[in-house]
């Protein structure tokens, strides 16, 4: 039996309603990632906090540059869920479907500056195998201009992800969007 996505009109427990109040003002739904982490309120808020902060605050990168972080990383480990959600919102930012489709497979497409392509591949490569990261990669985001609160902002986005594609992939949570 796999644990089910709780129903935001049933929901009790005044923090958890709290957080999906928030949520939905957001998105216009609560997506069943957030709901299925209701089962444990604590936790529902902890990755909502994180979710605001890497990816709707005002960080130091650009909007469609995390949703391709996330994409990239996604896609990378298989999550359906997350390919289809930040897909969405890539399309919403104005990419078409041949950008998208250029992150999931990790082809330099247009869209982002050298820079950011810089730092997409060093997310993707933080992500696939992270002891792999090395000096000279460090060396290439600093000349390309970036700076380590910058690289630290990334590897947020590809930790916050491959979180959620394992919650969600374990847990084999519908899409539902």
Not at 4 to 25: C, G, K, L, M, N
Not at 60 to 85: F, M, T
Not at 92 to 116: K, P, Q, Y
């Amino acid at each position: 039996m796999r644990l089910q996505p709780q129903d935001p009109e049933s929901i009790e427990h005044p923090e958890t309603r709290a957080v999906f109040e928030e949520i939905d003002a957001a998105f216009g739904l609560v997506p069943n990632l957030f709901r299925t982490y209701a089962h444990h309120p604590a936790l529902l808020r902890a990755n909502w906090e994180k979710t605001k902060v890497l990816m709707a605050g005002d960080g130091a990168l650009r909007q469609p540059l995390k949703e391709a972080i996330a994409l990239a990383v996604s896609h990378d480990n298989g999550c359906d869920y997350c390919v289809a959600a930040h897909s969405q919102a890539l399309r919403a930012l104005g990419l078409d479907d041949a950008r998208i489709e250029a992150i999931e497979n990790d082809v330099d497409g247009d869209g982002f500056s050298d820079a950011e392509r810089a730092l997409l591949r060093f997310a993707r490569n933080a992500n696939r195998d992270p002891r792999s990261v090395s000096d000279p990669d460090f060396a290439e985001l600093a000349q390309a201009g970036w700076e380590p609160r910058q690289w630290v902002e990334a590897l947020g986005v590809v930790e916050l992800f491959r979180g959620f594609n394992t919650f969600l992939d374990t847990l084999d949570v519908a899409i539902d969007f």
